[in-house]
């Protein structure tokens, strides 16, 4: 019975789930479904995409006397950047007990099985579309203050709780990418991620309940404050950003996401001070938040334009923001009397749009997308590099039977976020 319970689960896993999953996933967001994705570059056996870079264009050009000479010929000059892959995964486990039940309730395991893949593959979706704006170091949330003792409250800010789920396994460090914990001073602190503290109720946009992995009150734990909160081990192993790819080391001072001084100085192996092309353009009010304007909006359209040499196209040109943002732009064209467009985007998505002279640029909403900002993507130079579509393990499949748990993965094979140009 076991041998064939597992061919016949097997068997329904790629051939009723594949599909829709597939779709699922690659239209998981907006933002996930606009970018471009590129497996063609990714090679090798380390898996990486190497990605050319124009530092400068040709300058072999330039007025001359009537049979004068030319111009010297010249070249582009590049840079490579080499995007190394990041892993992500799923899992669904069955139990043994479970398995034997389909002998008496097919229907009933099938549901089972239906049931978890769903939760699985919906986990793995927002997960994914989360990794699309935060670090490469993966940080959620940053603790604001010590707590723990007799009190399973956690406070935190930069951004809060946004981009946490109840019921997550977490972690915390005081640094973002090496080094261990301090002793009695990191949430799941010497625990394994099976036994790890875990995300309770979320009680607003800055706190929520710490628990055990068994659902009870995480209150025996202790942290420090300014600790870096992660998914449970994935740490440093998560796709670059937007947040680290649109980001400018050289105005940290002045300009910092949240206020953490974490853009990165070096950027796929390449320094940004070395090579300031890879400086994104950020119009920023110095750590303080400001009224939305048209003015604004068309500054920063007009500074992407001038940056990247493009004359007056704007429709490669993406607007990606939070909901809060999206409504101050509407309330900004509605106390005016205009019109909002609505566009129809690939994928069954909708979005309103700005225009820019001839051109509508989309202007969609992403719960993921970082507070009080506004993301100005033009889709020609990023793209998301992996080695190909999402699929499963399949050597995993004959781990299942009928006397112990099994466990089946579902891969998001290796993808990365990476700038184009």
């Not at 420090?224 to 947040?243: I, P, S």
């Not at 940004?272 to 938040?289: D, F, K, Q």
Request: charge should be negative; hydrophobic fraction near 35%; glycine fraction near 10%.
């Amino acid at each position: 019975m076991a041998g064939q319970t597992v061919s016949l689960l097997g068997g329904a896993l790629k051939r009723d789930y594949h599909g829709p999953i597939m779709d699922q996933l690659n239209n998981l967001s907006p933002t996930y479904r606009l970018l471009s994705k590129n497996e063609e570059d990714v090679s090798g056996e380390d898996l990486k995409a190497y990605v050319p870079i124009k530092t400068r264009r040709n300058q072999a050009i330039g007025a001359r006397a009537e049979n004068g000479p030319l111009p010297t010929a010249r070249n582009v000059t590049t840079i490579q950047l080499a995007i190394p892959l990041m892993y992500n995964y799923g899992a669904v486990a069955f139990s043994g007990q479970a398995i034997k039940a389909s002998r008496k309730n097919a229907t009933a395991f099938a549901k089972v099985v239906d049931m978890e893949i769903k939760s699985m593959v919906e986990g793995m979706k927002i997960d994914t579309n989360r990794q699309l704006f935060s670090p490469a170091s993966g940080f959620l949330c940053m603790t604001h203050g010590t707590g723990g003792g007799a009190d399973a409250t956690v406070t935190v800010d930069k951004p809060g709780t946004q981009w946490l789920e109840e019921g997550m396994p977490i972690e915390s460090f005081p640094d973002t990418t090496t080094g261990a914990a301090v002793s009695d001073e990191g949430i799941s602190e010497g625990l394994t991620e099976a036994t790890a503290h875990q995300v309770g109720g979320i009680t607003d946009s800055t706190t929520f309940e710490l628990e055990t992995y068994a659902g009870s009150s995480g209150s025996a734990e202790k942290w420090a404050t300014d600790q870096y909160v992660f998914r449970y081990g994935a740490r440093g192993y998560e796709m670059n950003g937007l947040m680290d790819i649109i980001d400018n080391y050289s105005i940290q001072g002045t300009s910092s996401w949240f206020g953490l001084g974490l853009g990165l100085q070096t950027i796929h192996g390449k320094s940004r001070s070395t090579y300031p092309i890879l400086e994104a353009n950020v119009l920023h009010g110095s750590n303080t938040n400001r009224d939305l304007t048209e003015q604004l909006i068309q500054d920063t359209l007009d500074t992407v334009e001038k940056a990247s040499g493009k004359n007056g196209d704007n429709k490669s040109m993406l607007i990606v923001t939070s909901y809060g943002v999206r409504k101050m732009y509407i309330d900004l064209l509605q106390a005016d009397r205009r019109y909002v467009k609505p566009l129809d985007l690939v994928g069954g998505w909708k979005a309103i749009a700005y225009q820019a002279g001839n051109d509508y640029i989309p202007l969609i909403v992403d719960k993921h997308c970082v507070p009080n900002t506004m993301f100005f993507l033009d889709r020609r130079f990023l793209a998301i590099y992996r080695a190909s579509n999402f699929d499963w393990i399949n050597d995993n499949l004959s781990s299942i039977n009928t006397s112990e748990n099994g466990e089946n993965l579902f891969e998001t094979i290796p993808c990365q976020l990476a700038q184009a140009a």
